[in-house]
């Protein structure tokens, strides 16, 4: 049992357990799956009805959870890289400690972040939980963050940095 928890596991068996919590929260809490909504969330709670509309007309007490949800994402991601794992994991890849990585940095978590918004959820809540109930915006949301990371990896990407 130890080996199993201290190894990676398989992509099958860790995609079967993400594929699970979609209704596995709809049964016990008839709550959608997804991230995102949880910076809408910070962002209601620290403003406390000020700040803009967006803010002010969001009841943030009805979706704590999902602040919950992504803090628990963080630490068990944090668990699994240094607790439950025989090789240290490095946080960042050398290729960021520059100026040039925080600039890469900076400039992704900002699409990132205007991306998901714009899209209405971010890839988690698209991918798994719109797809599962046959959500045409979402099948297209999805299938246009796979073709924008290909595009930058590939392409984009290797030029401006």
């Given at each position: 049992m130890k080996d199993f928890l201290l190894d990676p596991w398989p992509w099958w068996f860790s995609g079967i357990l993400i594929g699970l919590i979609v209704p596995l929260l709809y049964l016990l809490s008839g709550k959608a799956f997804g991230v995102s909504t949880s910076f809408q969330e910070l962002g209601a709670l620290c403003a406390r009805g000020r700040g803009p509309d967006y803010f002010k007309s969001f009841n943030w007490r009805a979706g704590l959870w999902t602040v919950v949800f992504a803090v628990g994402i963080a630490l068990?991601?944090?668990?699994?890289?240094?607790v439950l794992?025989?090789?240290?994991?490095?946080f960042l890849p050398a290729s960021y400690h520059s100026p040039g990585g925080v600039i890469r940095l900076l400039v992704g978590g900002f699409l990132v972040g205007f991306g998901t918004r714009y899209a209405g959820g971010c890839t988690s809540g698209h991918a798994i939980n719109g797809i599962s109930n046959r959500n045409l915006p979402?099948?297209?949301?999805?299938?246009?963050f796979f073709?924008?990371?290909?595009?930058?990896?590939?392409g984009l990407g290797s030029l401006l940095f």
């Open positions: 068990g991601g944090f668990t699994a890289a240094f794992s025989r090789d240290g994991i490095d979402s099948l297209i949301a999805t299938v246009f073709v924008g990371g290909l595009a930058v990896t590939w």
